[in-house]
């Protein structure tokens, strides 16, 4: 992936220019060691440090740009994906951009299930897997397209309920509206285009992946440091959900060692309670930089 004086190769990665999807995107490509100048102000960018170049774009726009292969990879969410019905593979699933695509309707008003959409009309971004869930559900419902503030189309009379994005439900809350059925469960994925990619790029790729796992496996881990006494190793050893044997070191006071590994965060707490039992002292927790497994 380092960037070579004669080296042509180049991976075109597309992400969302400016949204809900745009900064964590862009942690996240700092955190792999990436840099790039004053993205904010530009379409196109080289990376400093890596053959790359981000196509700052409409998240709309991503996955047929990745489809068609005018990009060779994206950063997308998985609703618009579905919705353009893109020809591309997913490569990983990120845990951000997290929300569904639900239907909904007034509060306590006539539509409460999927058979009361049966001769209404709902507006939605999502026309297409709107109309792929009422066929689905063999209800007929007229799909109304408009491209913002659906929630609010019910209290205009543009349409008799919705089918739009939901995180919170703050913002259906706020517009008299209950969420009924989900239709996708999203969230932001790096997409790949199914186009044949050279050599070069495919290598490249496998490094842009290696080190994305790699920040990845590290922000769900922690690096543990402890000290406890010698006879609880065996047992300290079967509290630790360790990846690999932890580090034992001798400590000048006499039958006392410390203990360095590391742990998922999930289980951080639970492990830490059984750890003070056996007697460890002189917890200390770390962040994880990276980690090349
Ligand atoms: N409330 C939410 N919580 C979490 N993720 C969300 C939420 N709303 C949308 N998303 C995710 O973030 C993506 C981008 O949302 P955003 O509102 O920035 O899109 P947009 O207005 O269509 O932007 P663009 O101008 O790029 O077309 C969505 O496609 C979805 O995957
Ligand atoms: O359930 P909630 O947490 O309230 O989130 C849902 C809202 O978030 C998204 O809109 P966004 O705020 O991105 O604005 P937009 O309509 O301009 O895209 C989505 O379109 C919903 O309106
Ligand atoms: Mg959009």
Redesign the pocket.
């Known amino acids: 992936m380092e960037r070579t004086a004669d080296s042509k190769t180049s991976l075109r990665i597309a992400i969302q220019k400016s949204?809900?999807l745009t900064d964590k995107t862009i942690e996240l490509l700092k955190g792999i060691g990436l840099r790039f100048d004053d993205y904010k102000r530009n379409l196109m960018v080289e990376c400093r440090n890596f053959d790359v170049e981000l196509l700052l774009i409409r998240d709309d726009d991503i996955p047929e740009y990745v489809q068609d292969g005018v990009c060779d990879l994206g950063f997308v969410g998985a609703n618009v994906t579905a919705e353009t019905g893109a020809n591309v593979t997913v490569l990983r699933d990120l845990d951000y951009g997290v929300?569904r695509l639900s239907l909904a309707a007034r509060k306590e008003g006539d539509i409460q299930t999927t058979e009361d959409f049966q001769g209404k009309t709902v507006a939605t971004?999502y026309p297409k897997l709107t109309r792929d869930y009422f066929e689905e559900n063999d209800v007929e419902a007229q799909i109304v397209t408009i491209s913002?503030?659906?929630?609010i189309a019910p209290r205009l009379e543009v349409a008799d309920a919705i089918c739009?994005?939901?995180?919170?439900?703050?913002?259906?809350?706020?517009n008299g509206l209950q969420e009924l059925d989900t239709i996708l469960e999203s969230e932001t994925q790096l997409i790949q285009t199914n186009k044949t990619l050279s050599e070069g790029k495919k290598q490249l790729i496998d490094k842009f992946l290696q080190r994305m796992d790699g920040h990845q496996q590290a922000e769900r881990s922690r690096y543990i440091m402890m000290n406890a006494p010698e006879s609880s190793v065996p047992k300290i050893k079967d509290i630790i959900p360790s990846l690999n044997s932890p580090t034992v070191m001798p400590l000048a006071d006499n039958n006392m060692v410390a203990i360095h590994t590391v742990i998922p965060i999930d289980e951080f707490w639970i492990v830490m309670e059984k750890l003070k039992k056996e007697g460890a002292t002189g917890i200390v927790i770390l962040p994880i930089e990276s980690m090349i497994l």
């Open positions: 949204g809900r929300c971004s913002g503030a659906v929630e739009d994005l939901v995180s919170t439900g703050n913002t259906l809350k706020a």
